[in-house]
């Protein structure tokens, strides 16, 4: 079972795109779902997580721009994101960890499935 992501693409600052993540198959006890991104020479950093209660939280470059959602019943993740800058220019991924995560929601090693990765270019 893999994590497939889609929607990305090329846009202009200021327009809107949004991200959806879903399973192959279905995954069972999935916990945490994430999306990270990473820029060119840059290392991977989150974008924004959500537990299976919608618990969500954000990072600041993502805080009142991006948001996250989830429909559980789909094992799916979206990332609705809009006022979009040239700097969110990224690779976007997403992640899930099955059961209780062992750690920090925002260490990317915690998670246990990773999905391809979706581009998402911004121009000026």
């Known amino acids: 079972v893999q994590l497939q992501a889609s929607g990305g693409g090329l846009v202009q600052a200021g327009g809107s795109l949004r991200l959806t993540c879903a399973p192959s198959?279905?995954?069972?006890?999935?916990?945490?779902m994430a999306w990270y991104r990473q820029a060119p020479g840059k290392e991977r950093e989150v974008v924004a997580t959500?537990?299976?209660?919608?618990?969500?939280t954000y990072a600041d470059s993502a805080k009142g721009r991006f948001t996250i959602s989830r429909e559980n019943a789909k094992d799916t993740v979206y990332l609705q994101m809009n006022s979009l800058k040239p700097e969110d220019t990224a690779v976007y991924y997403c992640?899930?960890?099955?059961?209780?995560?062992?750690?920090?929601?925002?260490?990317?090693?915690?998670?246990?499935?990773w999905g391809q990765g979706t581009l998402v270019t911004v121009s000026s």
């Open positions: 992640a899930a960890v099955i059961g209780t995560i062992p750690g920090n929601s925002w260490y990317p090693g915690n998670y246990d499935y």
């Open positions: 959500i537990t299976s209660g919608g618990v969500t």
């Open positions: 198959g279905r995954i069972l006890n999935i916990n945490h």
